[in-house]
Structure formats: C-alpha cells, structure tokens
C-alpha cells in the first residue's frame, strides 16, 4: 500500500503508515545481520564463561529500562490511534519488563546462592518461561487484533482508562506469575534439574515461543504492513534466534551461547524503541517544517492581501479623484443663473466612463492574484498614450504642466491589455505630476515619447523636469510599500513593473537632463498579420 493511498489523519502513525523501501532494506540488513551474528556465535555456543555472573544485574537493567520506555511509547501511540491492539502490545511489554526484575532477583548466584526473595529451584526457570512465551504471545494478540480492526476509531472515548486498564493488567499478570513462581518449589513444574540443567519438559518452552513467534510472522505477512509491524517482525526472528541459542545451542547457564542469546534478547527488546525514537524524532522534524511551510503560507497570504489592499486603494483612487471633480464641475455649472445643460452632461458622461473605468481596474487586479489569463487584443500604443493623456488633461491644467509628445507614426501594435497598459501610464504620468507640482524655478513640462526599439520591441519614455530622484531611491523604487511621496501607498510603480512584465516588457528608471526623472518601457512588438475572425469568414462564405 503506497503513502497516498493511507488516510491523511493516519499519515503519521507509525501503525498504520507503510514502510518505505529504504526501512525495508534496513530491516533485511538487520535479519541478515542477526543471522551473521548467530553463525558468529555457534562456534563457541558451548564455552564456559565462568565468573560473568556479575553482568546480569547490568543485563537485567538495560532490558527494564529499553522494555518500560516501548511500552510508555506505545500507550503514547494508543492515546493518539486508539487501537486495541496497541494497547496489547503495550501491556505486552510492561509485562515482560516488570518480568525482568524479579527474574534477576531470584537468579541463582547472582544476588544469593538460591537467590533472593525465598526463591526455589524452579522459580527462575518459570519467570524466564513467562517472559520467553508472553513476548511473542503478545505481539500475535496485536497481529490478530489489527486483522480485525475495521473502521475508524473512536477518537473521542478517552484514553486515560484503557491506558490504566492495559497498565492495571500487565501488573497483575506480571505479579500473578512471580507469585506463582515463589510458591512451594515441589507443587512447580519440574524445568530444571539443577541451577545449571534443564529437564526435558523445558523443551517445550522454547518450542512454544518458536511456534507463537512463526504464527506472529504469518499474520503480519499476510495482511497490511505498517513501520511498526515491519521492526516487530524483526524482533521475532530475534527473539527466535536467541531462543535456539540459549535452549538448543548453547552449554547452558553463563556460556558464550547462553550470553549471546541474551544479546539478542536485548537487541529485540530494544529494536522497537530505536524505531519508535527515530521515527518520532523524523516526524517532529517533519511537524516542525510543515509548521514553518504553514507560517509562510500565512504571512504570504497576508502580504498578498495587503498588496491587493493597497493595489485597490491605489489604482482607483484616481478614478474616484476624477469622478470628484467631474461631479464638482457639474454643480458648479447647475448652480449658474443660467445652467448649461450641455457641460453638465459632459460631466456625468466623465462620470460614468470613470466608474467603469474603476470596475475594469479592479477586475484586472482581481485576476492578476487571482492568476487569470487577461484580456489581450492587438493595440495602437500611441492611442493608449493618447487616452492616457485625456484623461490627466484637467490635472494638468490646475497644475499648469505643459506636454510634449513625440509618438513615431507607423508603430507595430503591441499584444496586451488595454485596461492596464493605460493603468501604467496613469501612474507615471500622475508620478511626473506630482514630482513637478513643488517646482517653481523651471518650466513644468512633461514628455512623452514613442519609438521602435530595433526589431522586437516598442519603446514608451515619459519623462518630467521635476526634483528628481537620489541614487538610493532609484534601488528601491519599485518596492512595495516604498514610496517618496509624503502620503503615497508606495504599490504604484510595482503594479506598473508587474503589468509591463506580465506583457513581456521591462521597466526602468533614469535620471533626466538637467532636472527630473525619465521612467521608460518597452513592449514587443506584434508584427504578424491580424487573422481574420471565424465569424467574419463564415459571413463572407455566406
């Protein structure tokens, strides 16, 4: 089963995600590596180590500790998937890790020479015997219970009991065994004959793990693998080869075989935590990053929608200004003793064609963030700079700017919006405006030249004899929100870098001689002939 394919809420679970190949091939090198060791180790299975008795307290201790930190990692995992057979396997290692403790207590020559806790012969025998069956026991119950699992969990019913359920019964089987094993040595089964010695009847111990542990294999081949039943897998043929080392292998208690069966036992018990600490380690990398990738998202949308704010607030504030003094006109000519009619009409025809013009400019602003392909058409540049300038004329006046043209006849017409070709020359022409509005040693003369530029392209300069701009102006210039205007919204000019872009052109700024600025831009060029529209060559086969 791929990732994709697993719910999004179960991505992350290490029950239900499936392994990727790289964790495969890293649980086949780790079987091969155990079977490397285990032919390793044969060899000298039955060598005697006499006085290493005194490393199993040490042994016992790293087995407690790596068993009870699985199992608080597991009920951790139940909290968040709600499996029950989570919670057996959970219970199932807090039963082998509480296991452990008095298996070490009443070890023979160990702590005393019968061990402590007024240990028999056979009870450390039963307590090993407990701990070798439970752990594949356990692991099978999981298997079986995720078989069965169908639907989703019942995310809402709280954790905490069945949590303290599950802890509640590994305690109780646990201290059942260990009590059980303390009893009257002659009511026990007969397992060992003497601290070194088993008797046949241990045989059927090791044969019952063997048998829980293939059974375990089977079910979890056989159905939907997920990160944790893959290591779990490998657990068992752990704890498989360190059953035939210690039952079949090795010369018995304290031989190389009998303490490299308890190296294996380790390593099983200490391969799901690794899993589980370096995959939670992953995923909280993985949280953490995505959690920055959100915050970017975010800060992201809020710098959009404050471009979109100021976008808005810029380009119509023009129009609005416009339908001000048109509408102000308009009254002024009513109020007269004697209306005249006709002016007022000039007026509102202003009006209206200023509000449409509005409605158009939000509506490429709207589809510029919104991605949308604009609405292009072959166009005379020279009659957008033309309309441009009718639409300023008034401005002009009040402002006593004069204005030269020099539009080249004959231009190629450029591809592009209309609406936003004009919206760029508004803006620089309203730039130039406003730049010579504070100059009163010097005419106040605006240019604005046309030219072809070579063979691909259609040149447009607009250039002014106003304060000009410092060196360190012209770097930031077309940065939003940077504006040397003491009121000004500062998205202007990169609207404009934006729109001539988007029509494949480039803008840019220079100084203009001796005063002033010059902002020029270029656009291609649309030299291919016009191909006449179906609508039209339909009417003319008609």
Request: proline content about 6%; some cysteine; hydrophobic content about 50%.
């Amino acid at each position: 089963m791929r990732t994709r394919d697993v719910p999004g809420d179960q991505r992350f679970l290490l029950a239900t995600l499936p392994p990727g190949a790289g964790q495969t091939r890293l649980a086949v090198v780790t079987v091969v590596g155990l079977l490397v060791a285990l032919a390793i180790a044969a060899p000298f299975a039955r060598l005697t180590l006499d006085g290493t008795a005194v490393l199993l307290p040490a042994y016992a201790t790293a087995v407690l500790l790596t068993e009870l930190m699985t199992a608080v990692l597991l009920f951790a995992l139940y909290a968040t998937q709600r499996s029950p057979a989570l919670l057996a396997l959970a219970a199932g290692y807090l039963v082998t890790a509480l296991l452990i403790v008095p298996w070490a207590l009443t070890f023979p020559g160990v702590f005393a020479p019968t061990g402590l806790l007024g240990a028999g012969l056979q009870s450390t025998a039963i307590i090993a015997a407990g701990r070798r069956i439970g752990l594949p026991l356990f692991i099978l119950a999981y298997a079986l219970l995720k078989a069965v699992e169908a639907g989703p969990r019942e995310a809402h019913r709280p954790a905490l009991p069945a949590i303290a359920g599950g802890v509640a019964l590994a305690a109780a089987l646990a201290g059942g065994l260990t009590a059980f094993a303390l009893a009257n040595d002659a009511v026990l089964p007969r397992l060992m004959v003497d601290s070194m010695r088993e008797t046949p009847l241990w045989r059927v111990v090791p044969v019952t793990a063997l048998a829980l542990c293939a059974a375990a294999l089977v079910v979890m081949w056989r159905q939907r693998r997920s990160v944790l039943d893959l290591w779990l897998m490998v657990v068992l043929a752990a704890w498989a080869i360190e059953t035939c080392l210690l039952s079949f292998i090795s010369g018995g208690r304290f031989s190389a075989g009998w303490w490299s069966g308890r190296l294996f036992g380790l390593a099983a018990s200490s391969v799901v935590l690794l899993i589980l600490l370096a995959e939670m380690t992953t995923l909280y990398g993985r949280l953490v990053r995505s959690v920055a990738a959100e915050r970017r998202v975010r800060d992201a949308r809020l710098a959009s929608l404050e471009a979109l704010s100021a976008s808005i607030a810029h380009e119509v504030n023009q129009p609005l200004a416009s339908m001000v003094t048109n509408a102000g006109a308009g009254l002024r000519w009513l109020d007269r003793p004697s209306p005249n009619l006709v002016e007022v009409r000039a007026a509102l025809k202003r009006i209206s064609d200023d509000g449409h013009r509005a409605a158009r400019v939000i509506a490429c602003i709207r589809d510029s963030f919104r991605k949308a392909p604009p609405q292009r058409s072959r166009l005379d540049i020279n009659g957008v700079i033309r309309s441009a300038l009718d639409r300023t004329e008034g401005e002009r006046r009040l402002n006593r700017i004069a204005v030269r043209t020099d539009l080249q006849q004959s231009l190629p017409p450029v591809n592009g919006s209309p609406v936003q070709l004009e919206q760029v020359l508004l803006n620089l022409i309203a730039n130039a405006d406003d730049a010579m509005s504070a100059v009163s040693d010097r005419p106040r003369v605006l240019s604005i030249r046309s030219r072809r530029r070579g063979l691909a392209d259609v040149l447009v300069s607009v250039e002014d004899t106003g304060t000009g701009l410092q060196a360190t102006q012209e770097e930031r210039l077309f940065e939003p929100f940077f504006t040397t205007k003491e009121h000004g919204i500062g998205m202007g000019l990169t609207i404009c870098q934006s729109i001539v872009e988007a029509h494949g052109g480039r803008l840019w700024v220079a100084a203009n001689q001796p005063h002033g600025a010059v902002f020029r831009f270029t656009l291609p060029a649309d030299d291919e002939p016009e191909r006449p529209a179906a609508g039209t060559a339909l009417e003319r086969m008609r």
